[in-house]
T-cell receptor, first 113, second 115 residues
Framework: DAKTTQPNSMESNEEEPVHLPCNHS???????IHWYRQLPSQGPEYVIH???SNVNNRMASLAIAEDRKSSTLILHRATLRDAAVYYC??????????????FGTGTRLTIIP | SAVISQKPSRDICQRGTSLTIQCQVD?????MFWYRQQPGQSLTLIAT?????????ESGFVIDKFPISRPNLTFSTLTVSNMSPEDSSIYLC????????????FGPGTRLTVT
């Protein structure tokens, strides 16, 4: 599986935008970029995913570099509830039924009130 | 979405014993997975639970240590056998509603402490 690299930790002030980077220089053409987050004492939850184009949903935006070797998860207005570990994951869809997720170490996001 | 419950939510067990963790989903799903999260670490996939056949284990995990059952499309169990303190972890069940879907749903986890 292609590997992702994320900063171990980041801090942001409440009500400000947060940009969480992810490097995936060995990404293949069939790799989707997924983001999950894990709130304290909970299982991970899906945030967003994309292939080539930037994506927006109610939780966040995903900006994907033109060469696809990096991406950025954007939380437009961080709240205290966004404090979590954020995981950037590549999933190869070329294998039918390959749903398994390979979690890296993620970025621990701290929100400062 | 899918609502997933796990039982027990936590347990403290003695070494050498076994514990069976249950995962129940509120609707039928195609794929179910079991993950382990050791203290302060990320998640590691143990196996894919296949309905009606043997689970598919990841490298480093074996059926004798982590037997898995999946009798239907809404239920699975993971047994941690002959436990040692190194098995102290959070065990999480996750599901994907269909193959090649983009979203997995995770249960709240079972926190296991082995003394």
């Amino acid at each position: 599986d292609a590997k992702t690299t994320q900063p171990n930790s980041m801090e942001s002030n409440e009500e400000e935008p947060v940009h969480l980077p992810c490097n995936h220089s060995t990404i293949s053409g069939t790799d989707y970029i997924h983001w999950y987050r894990q709130l304290p004492s909970q299982g991970p939850e899906y945030v967003i995913h994309g292939l080539t184009s930037n994506v927006n949903n109610r939780m966040a935006s995903l900006a994907i570099a033109e060469d696809r070797k990096s991406s950025t998860l954007i939380l437009h207005r961080a709240t205290l509830r966004d404090a979590a570990v954020y995981y950037c994951i590549l999933r190869d869809v070329s294998n039918f039924g390959n749903e398994k997720l390979t979690f890296g170490t993620g970025t621990r996001l701290t929100i400062i009130p | 979405s899918a609502v997933i419950s796990q039982k027990p939510s936590r347990d403290i067990c003695q070494r050498g014993t076994s514990l069976t963790i249950q995962c129940q989903v509120d609707s039928q799903v195609t794929m179910m997975f079991w993950y382990r999260q050791q203290p302060g670490q990320s998640l590691t996939l143990i196996a894919t639970a296949n309905q009606g056949s043997e689970a598919t284990y990841e490298s480093g995990f074996v059926i004798d240590k982590f037997p898995i059952s999946r009798p239907n499309l809404t239920f699975s169990t993971l047994t941690v056998s002959n436990m040692s303190p190194e098995d102290s972890s959070i065990y999480l069940c996750s599901v994907a509603r269909d193959t090649n879907t983009y979203e997995q749903y995770f249960g709240p986890g079972t926190r296991l402490t082995v003394t």
